[in-house]
């Protein structure tokens, strides 16, 4: 059996989810590559690359080893597929926010007539994370994207911003994804609060089955899905598998699953 490497940051993840990774990987022959990085380093972390690797941690190092191609798999990210504007180009009405606006800071400040409702959700383009998505008022919108502006922060005043009308949530649960088929899942919030559960509804994972079917971004990828008030089912996002938080997940099969799918890739390189 090809032994696979799992390059895992322990200064992100707390104790529990290092514990548990470690224990799947062991318990299934692979090796556990315990790694520290320095935040917001874009450094390619020392770690060797002569079998199957996977990384698991921020979403920064996930783009760096994205960009790099030196691991197999490393990661599985492409920086294009996973913009917002991507995804709702290819799944339109089944994402959440199909009706959203894509600005810059500098344009909204620019153009304030172009916000036209008295509040948004805000959240970045791409899966860099540079900022949790929120909801701002409009006055505290234009007020945010001047002050990018007059003083720069990791957050570029010309990088692409999503904003769309606040719409009304019941659950969110996290969907882990190998191609259209699902691994494992999560609930993570429910009537506005932090709720995670390994229960998850069978009409969640049909539709995520069903928009995978239709349209994926990765071999491997979470999705996040809503259900509205209405009952009706939304995706949320797209979110690199490598760097998305487990809540009640398991583990384990997320090891496993993850495992196959590199081993595949690298024996397509090393026929």
């Not at 990661?75 to 991507?86: A, G």
């Not at 259209?180 to 609060?193: C, D, F, K, M, N």
Request: aromatic content about 10%; hydrophobic content about 40%; some cysteine.
């Amino acid at each position: 059996m090809t032994k696979i490497t799992w390059a895992v940051q322990t200064n992100l993840l707390n104790v529990k989810d290092i514990a548990e990774l470690q224990e799947a990987c062991e318990q299934q022959g692979h090796n556990f590559h315990p790694l520290k990085i320095i935040p917001f380093s874009t450094d390619l972390p020392d770690v060797p690359t002569h079998q199957p690797t996977i990384f698991y941690g921020s979403a920064r190092q996930t783009i760096t080893i994205a960009r790099s191609q030196t691991w197999t798999p490393g990661v599985f990210f492409d920086e294009v597929n996973f913009l917002s504007t991507s995804y709702i180009t290819h799944l339109g009405a089944l994402m959440l926010n199909y009706d959203a606006l894509q600005i810059t800071p500098r344009e909204l400040v620019q153009h304030p007539d172009k916000l036209t409702a008295p509040q948004y959700f805000v959240r970045p383009n791409n899966d860099s994370k540079s900022f949790a998505g929120q909801i701002l008022s409009t006055p505290d919108l234009m007020a945010w994207a001047t002050r990018l502006i007059d003083i720069p922060t990791d957050i570029d005043a010309d990088h692409p911003l999503i904003l769309a009308p606040p719409k009304h949530i019941t659950s969110e649960w996290r969907i882990f994804m190998r191609d259209t088929e699902v691994i494992t899942a999560s609930r993570y919030q429910h009537l506005g609060q932090l709720a995670p559960s390994s229960q998850t509804p069978q009409e969640v994972l049909a539709f995520a089955t069903q928009c995978a079917t239709r349209w994926h971004p990765a071999r491997a990828y979470v999705m996040d899905i809503a259900q509205l008030s209405s009952g009706e089912l939304k995706v949320i996002e797209f979110n690199g598998i490598n760097s998305s938080g487990f809540y009640h997940a398991d583990k384990h099969r997320f090891v496993a699953e993850l495992s196959a799918i590199s081993l595949e890739e690298w024996q397509k390189l090393h026929k």
